[in-house]
């Protein structure tokens, strides 16, 4: 089973545009594609946004890694992020 369930597939369809200035999915077999090829995670809560982004070595010190365009909130308490 793919870690990218309706859920998460969805979310990314109707927000891809917060990261992107164009769709890059129009379906969800799109979706699940495009997620697959730039290896995109799915985390738990909060702590595993900022625990994913301190272990990549990103630098948001300037700003709340949580409001990042590549951070999607799927509504459940997991989080989407996806490296564009």
């Known amino acids: 089973m793919s870690v990218y369930d309706k859920k998460v ?3 990314f369809l109707e927000r891809q545009l917060q990261l992107f200035p164009e769709e ?3 379906t969800p077999e799109e979706a699940q594609d495009f997620l697959e090829d ?3 995670v799915v985390v738990k809560g909060a ?14 010190k300037d700003g709340d890694v949580m ?18």
């Open 67 to 84: 409001e990042a365009a590549e951070v999607f909130d799927v509504g459940d308490g997991r989080f989407l992020i996806v490296e564009g």
């Open 24 to 26: 890059v999915a129009s």
């Open 47 to 60: 702590k595993g946004v900022k625990a994913y982004f301190k272990e990549t070595g990103a630098d948001y």
């Open 38 to 40: 730039v290896m995109a």
């Open 9 to 11: 597939i969805d979310c």
